[in-house]
């Protein structure tokens, strides 16, 4: 069993940046790919980015090519995704999440992860 806990939300100004970090505890962190989903009130949750057991697979959803970046440090349990370039449009709850399954090759679906922390807000003001 995973437990994942997000940080770093926020309110920021458009063209800003923060920093989510996904902290995780028990089960074998190491051995699982995490994805970044969000969801913004009466929109369903999206996937924003994902990266493989390794760190040496990525892969993110268009609108944010260019302007997030995902990362990880097993030694650490945590996976952090940087944003920079923010836009209103990207205000929403964050949530990482953790799949076994698609370790090698993160999968983009919601339902294909098993463990989800609680979610972090992001807001960004025009």
């Known amino acids: 069993q995973v437990q994942l806990v997000e940080s770093g939300g926020g309110l920021v100004q458009a063209g800003g940046s923060l920093r989510l970090s996904c902290a995780a505890s028990g089960g074998t962190f190491s051995s699982y790919a995490v994805g970044w989903f969000r969801q913004a009130p009466g929109k369903e949750r999206e996937f924003v980015a994902a990266i493989s057991w390794a760190g040496t697979i990525k892969y993110y959803t268009d609108s944010v090519k260019g302007r997030f970046t995902v990362s990880r440090d097993n030694a650490k349990n945590t996976v952090a995704l940087q944003m920079n370039s923010l836009q209103p449009g990207d205000t929403a709850v964050y949530f990482c999440?953790?799949?076994?399954?698609?370790?090698?090759?993160?999968?983009?679906?919601?339902?294909?992860?098993?463990?989800w922390g609680p979610g972090t807000q992001v807001t960004v003001s025009s």
């Open positions: 999440a953790a799949d076994y399954d698609g370790r090698y090759y993160p999968k983009q679906r919601a339902y294909d992860y098993d463990y």
